[in-house]
Nanobody, 128 residues
């Protein structure tokens, strides 16, 4: 089956940077979008960033715009999230996700429901 494994989380101080990776493996499947979500303690799983297969559509949550950068390596089947200027409010469990079809419209790339496959998450903790 399709498997997503995140890595790169950790404990950092405010202002530091981290780079999350998401390795995707399993049988080939059609997908037109990949994304990152996060869940802070006591909160819902929120959208962070998304990118389409061609890389020409990229979306960010307002709270991370200008600090986080999503990218991917199709040849390596890996999704990345470069996080700069981390703040305590960025503390969360970060999940990567991919859609399981080619028919997800761009406006839905920010929604959890658009994604079919999820990783287990990697913890990011930012101390002040």
């Amino acid at each position: 089956q399709v498997r997503l494994v995140e890595s790169g989380g950790g404990l950092v101080q405010a202002g530091d940077s981290l780079r999350l990776s998401c390795a995707i493996s399993g049988p080939p499947f059609a997908s037109n979008a990949m994304g990152w979500f996060r869940r802070a303690p006591g909160k819902e799983r929120d959208f962070v960033a998304a990118i389409n297969w061609n890389g020409d559509r990229i979306y960010y949550a307002e709270s991370v715009k200008g600090r986080f950068t999503i990218s991917k390596d199709n040849a390596q089947n890996t999704l990345y999230l470069q996080m700069n200027g981390l703040q305590p409010e960025d503390t969360a469990l970060y999940y990567c996700a991919v859609t399981g079809s080619l028919s997800v419209p761009p406006e839905q790339m920010r929604t959890r429901q658009a994604y079919d496959y999820w990783g287990q998450g990697t913890q990011v903790t930012v101390s002040s």
